[in-house]
T-cell receptor, first 115, second 109 residues
Framework: SAVISQKPSRDICQRGTSLTIQCQVD?????MFWYRQQPGQSLTLIAT?????????ESGFVIDKFPISRPNLTFSTLTVSNMSPEDSSIYLC????????????FGQGTRLTVV | KNEVEQSPQNLTAQEGEFITINCSYS?????LHWLQQHPGGGIVSLFM???GKKKHGRLIATINIQEKHSSLHITASHPRDSAVYIC???????????FGKGTHLIIQP
């Protein structure tokens, strides 16, 4: 199992600025996933963060806009760059799929408002 | 790409009623998750299924791999069960989850 600490829990940011979201897991995991949940919508996968290699981005998401770091097996960051009001969403990190696990684990989410 | 459909989108019921939420998907999977999301945004895992049926307290989840369909049942529903219930599927390997749009459940006293 895993416990994920995600921060910040919420932020209000000015357009054109960047915000870095951090996730710390209490155990070593192979992959960490970053999701976005736009208002009233379900979650969409942004990218998979792999330790020791570049993140793998889903269609519609690019590294320049959402750079990801994964310096070790317990930590990852997602940066939302050059923000606009359309970036206002909840961002979540998650871990799943480790051998023997019977559930997925999620961070508490970061509620981002861009003004 | 897997398409995940949930029904109903919204459900209001009286306390004590038996609740069923359905999920179907289009492509074979390695696992299906049922998740619960409360108004603050936090997500809790309820079940992970690859076959058959699982039960935890008043919650029961079933999956039919051949029909690509899963159901979540809540027996003796209670107002504290009010939340958004989300079905998500995992294609296996390095895949993240693909999510349904969620079912917004309200249980009235």
């Amino acid at each position: 199992s895993a416990v994920i600490s995600q921060k910040p829990s919420r932020d209000i940011c000015q357009r054109g600025t960047s915000l870095t979201i951090q996730c710390q897991v209490d155990s070593q995991v192979t992959m960490m996933f970053w999701y976005r949940q736009q208002p009233g919508q379900s979650l969409t996968l942004i990218a998979t963060a792999n330790q020791g290699s570049e993140a793998t981005y889903e269609s519609g998401f690019v590294i320049d806009k959402f750079p990801i770091s994964r310096p070790n097996l317990t930590f990852s960051t997602l940066t939302v760059s050059n923000m606009s009001p359309e970036d206002s969403s909840i961002y979540l990190c998650s871990v799943t799929g480790e051998w023997g696990w019977t559930e997925a684990f999620f961070g508490q989410g970061t509620r981002l408002t861009v003004v | 790409k897997n398409e995940v459909e949930q029904s109903p989108q919204n459900l209001t019921a009286q306390e004590g009623e038996f609740i069923t939420i359905n999920c179907s998907y289009s492509v074979g999977i390695s696992a299906l998750h049922w998740l619960q999301q409360h108004p603050g945004g936090g997500i809790v895992s309820l079940f992970m299924l690859s076959s058959g049926k699982k039960k935890h307290g008043r919650l029961i989840a079933t999956i039919n791999i051949q029909e690509k369909h899963s159901s979540l049942h809540i027996t003796a529903s209670h107002p504290r069960d009010s939340a958004v219930y989300i079905c998500a599927v995992n294609g296996g390997g390095a895949d993240g989850l693909t999510f349904g749009k969620g079912t917004h459940l309200i249980i009235q006293p």
